[in-house]
């Protein structure tokens, strides 16, 4: 069983995290949790059903995720305040919660033409309408609905920071890469989304599911974001690709050589 997590089931994840109720999700419509049903009914356990994480950076007209290529590649986030709230790079799950936080619960990713030339990402964004663009930071303020003076000091007070290549204000030590003075500037709007979901079922070292006795259930393998227990509570990202391709080159075998007996 390979059928992936249930960020796409509102209903179930209101069962386990009732907070994220109106939250929109990054997950195709198929992201239903089908498959951890299924193995429930076989006799299944499961663990961790309310680790859920929410990626702070989701277009939310179109559920679309921003990557955090984009914040890598040196943007910042900004508030409607115009000013910087926290360390773009600390993981998804705190960068969320500052998010959530602000009084409009949303943000702006901020950047320039160095990140954008630097990042085939932006123009995918930028092609799919979701980017606000100016000549300068004043200009695109103005466009934010946000007060230009600020804006301009906050991205004045931040390039300082890149140049001493220290973050004063916030901590950031990673992707500090360039001043953010090259126009045009960027921003797109963004706030948190469902992402991925960490429970699921239970299964043994070689990816058998287990009961609720943690004995195996025969001729039952999962693997990938249907089983719970493999990230803990806060997935890094890009650590589900070795999740589904360890694991599901084990379930796979196991599977085969049922069929093979």
């Known amino acids: 069983v390979a059928t992936g997590g249930f960020s796409a089931n509102r209903e179930m994840v209101v069962k386990y995290r009732p907070e994220l109720d109106g939250f929109v999700t990054t997950n195709h419509a198929g992201a239903t949790g089908s498959g951890i049903a299924l193995l429930e009914?076989?006799?299944?356990?499961?663990?961790?059903?309310?680790?859920?994480?929410?990626?702070?950076?989701?277009?939310?007209?179109?559920?679309?995720l921003?990557?955090?290529a984009i914040r890598?590649?040196?943007a910042i986030l900004i508030s409607q305040a115009g000013k910087r709230f926290y360390n773009e790079m600390?993981?998804?799950?705190?960068?969320?919660a500052e998010?959530?936080?602000?009084?409009?619960?949303?943000?702006?990713?901020?950047?320039?033409?160095?990140?954008?030339?630097?990042?085939r990402a932006a123009d995918e964004y930028i092609a799919k309408g979701f980017v606000i663009s100016a000549p300068t930071p004043e200009k695109l303020a103005v466009k934010l609905n946000m007060d230009p003076h600020t804006l301009s000091e906050t991205l004045l007070r931040?390039?300082?920071f890149v140049v001493e290549k220290k973050d004063e204000d916030f901590g950031r030590t990673t992707a500090l890469r360039h001043p953010l003075n090259q126009g045009p500037f960027f921003a797109i709007r963004i706030a948190p989304g469902v992402h991925h979901t960490m429970g699921g079922v239970t299964i043994s070292p070689d990816t058998a599911v287990l009961d609720v006795q943690k004995q195996v259930i025969t001729g039952a393998w999962a693997a990938g974001e249907?089983?719970?227990?493999?990230?803990?509570?806060?997935?890094i990202g890009g650590n589900a690709v070795a999740d589904i391709i360890i694991f599901g080159i084990l379930?796979?075998?196991?599977?085969?050589?049922?069929?093979?007996r």
Do not use: C
């Open 41 to 64: 009914k076989l006799g299944a356990d499961t663990v961790d059903m309310g680790e859920i994480q929410i990626h702070p950076t989701v277009e939310q007209t179109t559920s679309y």
């Open 66 to 68: 921003i990557s955090e």
């Open 72 to 74: 890598g590649g040196g």
């Open 90 to 96: 600390e993981t998804r799950d705190k960068v969320s």
């Open 99 to 119: 998010i959530i936080a602000l009084p409009e619960k949303s943000a702006w990713v901020i950047f320039d033409e160095q990140v954008r030339s630097n990042n």
């Open 158 to 160: 931040y390039n300082l």
């Open 226 to 235: 249907v089983v719970g227990g493999i990230h803990g509570a806060n997935r």
């Open 251 to 260: 379930a796979g075998k196991n599977a085969a050589a049922l069929a093979k």
